[in-house]
């Protein structure tokens, strides 16, 4: 069993708080995302479990044993650095092997694991040479295998792809993946990519100012994500905002935009005079057109910027609401410069509080 | 891309020549041209003049030098063969010798002539005649028994084969003969007649046979190696001190430099004074603790024990900041992430010293100690101004002793071969550092 649990963990550089005291609980063998901007305190989340960097207040769990003051040694976890941080003057075998040899593992026993773990890499022909002598992913791949080489409860991942390119990062994700399907430990990964986030998390983390807006699994944060921060920060394109009014009558809700144009909601909303709100619509939930589908209203707009994906289209638009983006497939006809009305898919819009920003 | 000052070929467009100043070429040889010049005055032209000088009779105000070949580094003008014991006699038991030693006194010396016109002296001790050694002269042969008979000591000694064997013995060794050349020489060896510790020295005015300039390639290395070994000892622990972080750290970073940056005559000035024979602060503070009777100070410069000491001191004191500084940027480079890596996979701080900062600084540390090692072998200032190579020699470096062969005493052409006798031992451990530090690459 390795669960991470994380108790009131707050982190202070002198008078700035880098994290906030949060509570968050990592299952035995789950693949859990830490995500958000530069400066949200998930790097130093994942620094503080590695005991890299000491806690403030609060208790760290692992494998229901508190380790605040334990050595990372100690811990039972392992860690990628984002750099690699690979020994560059050591083999690809004396670097996946180091930790072993500290230990006095039998020699033995550290040529099966890391035979083993090399083979499960696509290391195996690389294992004599230096770190310089490879290629980015190879160097990606060996500062993972020196981690699995541990056999840790929990692995830790210090966004261990940013540092290769487009292609190598998409093609890692699914490897990394993999691995965490055959390997039996807990692993926390930190990134700030919401793509990454999304794609490879059982459960994603989103922090922002050294606080956890929403721990949910991809799915529920793309559905339904807590603020108005997790909204606009996972999915591309992001999702579009307006400045709004809410009211509700007789159970009727409904949404003025400036321009005149009005959103009819189509689910309740509690009772009450109207109120300052931001609604929220994802780029794929405009459409060209309400064919056969739920409720939509008509909003007119002119064409600002076409941008072909191949499959989709971006489209960047003005209205009376002001500019937002929708992503479409039908791509045949628009210029800029056209006048249209485009449809928002009612059932598909988010309520934010003006001033708490969190979901309504 | 053809060059842009050729003629274009046929079939091209011409394109019009440039104008003077927008051609690249002649600037960029102008741009050369001052360190071109610089290295032919400076570097080239007293390199080779003082290779060609160390093959002539060079001499301060000569103005006609003569070729005299490699005669500066080595010319032998004569052999000499000399011995401290020799085994007189070998008795079966002790009695036996010390009868035979107590006759020493009625001894005779005799000389025969033997075939081939040569002279054998003997010796007839208690009705013993032994024959000691055949020279070409019947005086010299004579001479040298005599004194084996006359002015040395005789003692018995016991051989490994439990025999006892009486030796004549001098304390200063007693010079057989000197022979002009190596084939005298080695005939003569063949002529001493009884066991001696026969040694050969050559006498001559080459540099090789000057036993000063020996001396000085001895003490060349004692202060190199000295030296280099205790500024990589003060070095590393300062540089890991440098490098963790705490209060008037930059401060302190700036002020290990000072020795170094300091002109080394004007800082010399000051170690004079802290080796000074009558006013040592050093002394002064030893007796002060009643460590040192006033009695016992040491004189730092005129004591042949305490000199190269002193020596090594300043020449440590001034530059191990630089090796200290070297290897705090080798540190330095060393991503923070590596050393945290090592702490996670259960690292101690021995260990990781060990295992990864030590190899990781291992190529900087090597090119600081190739370039220290090269100053301290050529160094002249320290030494000049602090000992200038004294006392009896003992600080004398190749460096002083050329300036003195060459400047003081006017022997361009010896002091030229000494400076050289450098270049080649230089070169040989320029080569294996390098040699090195390619393999570390690999």
């Given at each position: 069993m390795a669960d991470v649990v994380l108790e009131k963990v707050e982190k202070r550089f002198g008078d700035v708080s880098a994290v906030a005291g949060i509570d968050l609980t990592v299952q035995d063998r789950e693949f859990l995302i830490l995500v958000g901007p530069s400066g949200c305190g998930k790097t130093t989340t994942l620094r503080m479990i590695a005991g890299l960097e000491d806690v403030t207040s609060g208790d760290i769990r692992i494998g229901g044993r508190s380790v605040i003051g334990l050595p990372p040694r100690d811990r039972d976890i392992a860690m990628v650095f984002q750099s690699y941080a690979l020994y560059p003057h050591m083999s690809v075998y004396k670097n996946m092997s180091f930790s072993l040899r500290l230990r006095h593992t039998p020699k033995a026993e550290v040529e099966r694991r890391v035979q083993e773990v090399a083979a499960i890499l696509g290391l195996s022909d690389r294992l004599n040479r230096k770190p310089r002598q490879l290629s980015g992913g190879e160097r990606q791949r060996v500062a993972v295998g020196a981690a699995l080489c541990r056999q840790a409860g929990v692995l830790l991942f210090d966004e261990p792809l940013s540092n290769l390119d487009a292609k190598l990062r998409v093609h890692m994700r699914t490897e990394l993946k993999r691995l965490h399907q055959s390997v039996k430990s807990t692993m926390v990964y930190v990134t700030h990519d919401q793509v990454e986030a999304m794609t490879m998390g059982d459960r994603i983390v989103i922090m922002n100012g050294g606080s956890i807006l929403q721990v949910a699994t991809p799915l529920e944060a793309y559905d339904k994500p807590a603020n108005r921060f997790v909204a606009g920060f996972i999915g591309t394109p992001p999702m579009n905002f307006f400045q709004g009014t809410l009211t509700a009558k007789a159970g009727q809700g409904s949404v003025d935009l400036?321009?005149?144009?009005?959103?009819?909601?189509?689910?309740?909303?509690?009772?009450?005079?109207?109120?300052?709100?931001?609604?929220?619509?994802?780029?794929?939930?405009?459409?060209?057109?309400?064919?056969?589908?739920?409720?939509?209203?008509?909003?007119?707009?002119?064409?600002?910027?076409?941008?072909?994906?191949?499959?989709?289209?971006?489209?960047?638009?003005?209205?009376?609401?002001?500019?937002?983006?929708?992503?479409?497939?039908?791509?045949?006809?628009?210029?800029?410069?056209?006048?249209?009305?485009?449809?928002?898919?009612?059932?598909?819009?988010?309520?934010?509080?003006?001033?708490?920003?969190?979901?309504? | 891309m053809g060059d842009l000052t050729t003629t274009p070929e046929s079939g091209e467009t011409p394109r019009p020549r440039m104008a003077f100043f927008d051609r690249e070429a002649p600037f960029g040889y102008g741009l050369v041209l001052p360190a071109v010049l610089y290295l032919i005055v400076f570097i080239a032209y007293p390199f080779l003049m003082s290779i060609y000088m160390s093959f002539t009779d060079a001499q301060a105000g000569n103005r006609t030098w003569t070729w005299v070949g490699g005669a500066n580094y080595s010319k032998v003008d004569s052999y000499e063969v000399s011995a401290n014991d020799f085994v007189v006699a070998t008795f079966p038991t002790q009695p036996q010798a010390a009868a035979f030693i107590a006759k020493k006194g009625e001894?005779?010396?005799?000389?025969?002539?033997?075939?081939?016109?040569?002279?054998?002296?003997?010796?007839?001790?208690?009705?013993?005649?032994?024959?000691?050694?055949?020279?070409?002269?019947?005086?010299?042969?004579?001479?040298?028994?005599?004194?084996?008979?006359?002015?040395?000591?005789?003692?018995?000694?016991?051989?490994?084969?439990?025999?006892?064997?009486?030796?004549?013995?001098?304390?200063?060794?007693?010079?057989?003969?000197?022979?002009?050349?190596?084939?005298?020489?080695?005939?003569?060896?063949?002529?001493?007649?009884?066991?001696?510790?026969?040694?050969?020295?050559?006498?001559?005015?080459?540099?090789?046979?000057?036993?000063?300039?020996?001396?000085?390639?001895?003490?060349?290395?004692?202060?190199?190696?000295?030296?280099?070994?205790?500024?990589?000892?003060?070095?590393?622990?300062?540089?890991?001190?440098?490098?963790?972080?705490?209060?008037?750290?930059?401060?302190?970073?700036?002020?290990?430099?000072?020795?170094?940056?300091?002109?080394?005559?004007?800082?010399?000035?000051?170690?004079?004074w802290i080796f000074d024979s009558s006013f040592s602060v050093i002394n002064w503070?030893?007796?002060?603790?009643?460590?040192?009777?006033?009695?016992?100070?040491?004189?730092?410069?005129?004591?042949?024990?305490?000199?190269?000491?002193?020596?090594?001191?300043?020449?440590?004191?001034?530059?191990?900041?630089?090796?200290?500084?070297?290897?705090?940027?080798?540190?330095?480079?060393?991503?923070?992430?590596?050393?945290?890596?090592?702490?996670?996979?259960?690292?101690?701080?021995?260990?990781?010293?060990?295992?990864?900062?030590?190899?990781?600084?291992?190529?900087?540390?090597?090119?600081?100690?190739?370039?220290?090692?090269?100053?301290?072998?050529?160094?002249?200032?320290?030494?000049?101004?602090?000992?200038?190579?004294?006392?009896?020699?003992?600080?004398q470096v190749l460096s002083t002793y050329a300036y003195q062969l060459g400047v003081n005493a006017g022997y361009l052409g010896k002091g030229a071969a000494v400076s050289l006798f450098m270049f080649p031992i230089m070169a040989l451990m320029v080569f294996f550092m390098l040699q090195f530090l390619r393999r570390e690459e690999a």
């Open positions: 400036s321009g005149g144009i009005n959103l009819p909601l189509t689910r309740p909303v509690p009772e009450g005079s109207s109120r300052p709100v931001t609604v929220g619509i994802r780029p794929e939930h405009i459409h060209l057109s309400v064919e056969g589908r739920g409720n939509h209203q008509k909003v007119p707009a002119t064409i600002d910027v076409v941008e072909p994906l191949g499959h989709d289209v971006i489209v960047t638009a003005r209205s009376a609401a002001g500019n937002f983006q929708m992503q479409t497939e039908i791509y045949a006809g628009l210029r800029p410069a056209d006048n249209l009305d485009l449809w928002f898919d009612t059932d598909r819009i988010y309520l934010f509080d003006r001033e708490t920003e969190w979901a309504i | 001894g005779q010396q005799v000389t025969d002539a033997v075939p081939g016109g040569r002279f054998r002296a003997s010796i007839v001790v208690a009705g013993a005649k032994i024959p000691l050694i055949e020279m070409l002269s019947a005086d010299d042969a004579s001479f040298n028994a005599s004194s084996i008979l006359e002015d040395l000591q005789w003692k018995a000694r016991k051989t490994i084969g439990g025999k006892y064997e009486v030796v004549a013995h001098s304390d200063t060794p007693l010079v057989i003969g000197t022979f002009p050349t190596r084939a005298a020489l080695s005939s003569a060896k063949r002529q001493i007649l009884v066991d001696a510790d026969v040694r050969t020295k050559t006498n001559g005015t080459g540099v090789l046979q000057d036993p000063n300039f020996l001396l000085a390639v001895k003490n060349t290395f004692k202060y190199t190696f000295g030296t280099e070994v205790i500024k990589l000892f003060l070095g590393i622990p300062c540089a890991l001190l440098l490098n963790r972080a705490f209060r008037g750290r930059k401060l302190l970073r700036g002020l290990v430099v000072i020795p170094w940056v300091i002109p080394i005559a004007i800082s010399a000035q000051a170690w004079l503070t030893l007796v002060h603790w009643h460590i040192l009777s006033p009695a016992h100070i040491i004189n730092f410069r005129g004591d042949k024990d305490w000199a190269m000491f002193s020596v090594v001191l300043v020449n440590v004191w001034r530059g191990f900041p630089f090796t200290a500084i070297v290897i705090l940027a080798g540190l330095t480079a060393i991503p923070d992430e590596i050393l945290e890596r090592a702490r996670l996979e259960g690292a101690n701080a021995f260990q990781r010293f060990i295992y990864i900062i030590g190899p990781m600084v291992r190529p900087i540390l090597m090119v600081s100690l190739l370039f220290s090692v090269i100053f301290s072998f050529t160094d002249f200032n320290t030494i000049w101004i602090i000992t200038k190579g004294g006392p009896f020699d003992q600080t």
